[in-house]
């Protein structure tokens, strides 16, 4: 027996035929492990390339956290590094790592 796909929709349209990808409203990040390899290697390219596509909402940040003592600007500048082998242009990586901040701590402190 052969059920037809779409049952609730008039012939013709075309609603529920396709994916439709919705960029959320505002909203922040949390990476935990942000200096570790999945963050460097996977995470950061694959949001960088969602900022390229314009994917990510307007008012997007991410926040960086791990125990390594880095600095807003090193934790960037490791962003960056991590981002090279994709040469991304210069004015798209400076607005990237604008939306990039870090916070240092042991995940066991309750102060974190
Ligand atoms: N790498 C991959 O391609 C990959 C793929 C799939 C799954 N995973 C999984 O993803 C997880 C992370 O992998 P990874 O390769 O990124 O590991 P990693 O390079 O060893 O990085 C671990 C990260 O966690 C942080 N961290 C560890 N203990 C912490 C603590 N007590 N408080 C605060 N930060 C702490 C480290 O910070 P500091 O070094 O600054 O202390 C570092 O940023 C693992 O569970 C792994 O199995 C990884």
Known sequence: MSLPLVTSLPPGDVRGSFCIEEIPRESALVIF???GDLTSR???PALFSLYG???L????????????????DEFRARLAAALRPQDPPAE???GF??????LGGDYQDSGL
């Open 97 to 102: 790592l604008r939306c990039c901040f870090y």
């Open 33 to 35: 492990g942000a200096s």
């Open 92 to 94: 798209e990586l400076a």
């Open 53 to 55: 596509k314009k994917r």
């Open 57 to 72: 909402p307007q008012g997007f940040f991410l926040i960086g956290c791990a125990r390594s003592a880095y600095r807003e």
């Open 42 to 44: 996977k995470l950061v």
